[in-house]
């Protein structure tokens, strides 16, 4: 069965950097890209960008060019999604998705919960 | 990324049929999804290419699309439909937007 499974719980300080992984299994994982959506506290959900797991081609979200970095590695079928220059705005729950192109993000991982504090 | 409105919510009682609109000026050239989303659990995709049902998803869960308008319709709702339900489209770089979401309210 497909599964997408995300590393731990993160907390880091102000202008640091997180880099969280989203391992999949159960499918061909350069066959499908991956996005990266996150959701802070009691709000909705704000996409990141996207990586095609085929060829590394990626698109960002305008408002995190330049802090953000998404990458694979087809030898362990994960994806990463590194966040610099952190701030107390980006604590949020981080999600990776699988994208086929368009039939939608039909598998997500658990979410893992970054916490950004002095 | 470009906007999707969504009302912030809509209630029912069981049994009645629930609306959920979302509004977008690149509607009409873009496909939309519709992803549940129940307290502390990841999305669930319901509806993709503006209407069609993924395996799994209850046939009470439809979707529909006019104009700038894509609607999502739950039919003879149940307390377990209770959640937030949100729009999601992409522009034609590929970037994607979610609309704000909407509160699904079971009476």
């Known amino acids: 069965q497909v599964q997408l499974v995300q590393s731990g719980a993160e907390v880091k300080k102000p202008g640091a950097s997180v880099k969280v992984s989203c391992k999949a299994s159960?499918?061909?994982?350069?066959?499908?890209?991956i996005s990266w959506v996150r959701q802070a506290p009691g709000q909705g959900l704000e996409w990141m960008g996207w990586?095609?797991?085929?060829?590394?081609?990626?698109n960002y979200a305008q408002k995190l060019q330049g802090r953000v970095t998404m990458t694979t590695d087809t030898s362990t079928s994960t994806a990463y999604m590194e966040l610099r220059s952190l701030r107390s705005d980006d604590t949020a729950v981080y999600y990776c998705?699988?994208?086929?192109?368009?039939?939608?993000?039909?598998?997500w991982g658990q979410g893992t919960l970054v916490t950004v504090s002095s | 990324s470009y906007e999707l409105t969504q009302p912030p919510s809509v209630s029912v009682s069981p049994g009645q049929t629930a609306r959920i609109t979302c509004s977008g000026d690149?509607?009409?050239?873009?496909?939309a999804y519709w992803y549940q989303q129940k307290p502390g659990q990841a999305p669930v995709l319901v509806i993709y290419?503006?209407?069609e049902r993924p395996s799994g998803i209850p046939e009470r869960f439809s979707g529909s699309s006019s104009g700038t308008t894509v609607t999502l319709t739950i039919s003879g709702v149940q307390a377990e439909d209770e959640a937030d339900y949100y729009c999601?489209?992409?522009?034609?770089?590929?970037?994607?937007?979610f609309g704000g979401g909407t509160k699904l309210t079971v009476l």
């Open positions: 998705a699988r994208v086929e192109g368009s039939s939608g993000w039909d598998y």
């Open positions: 159960g499918y061909t994982f350069t066959s499908y890209g």
């Open positions: 990586i095609s797991a085929y060829n590394g081609n990626t």
């Open positions: 690149a509607l009409p050239k873009q496909y």
């Open positions: 290419k503006d209407s």
């Open positions: 999601q489209s992409a522009d034609s770089s590929g970037t994607s937007s």
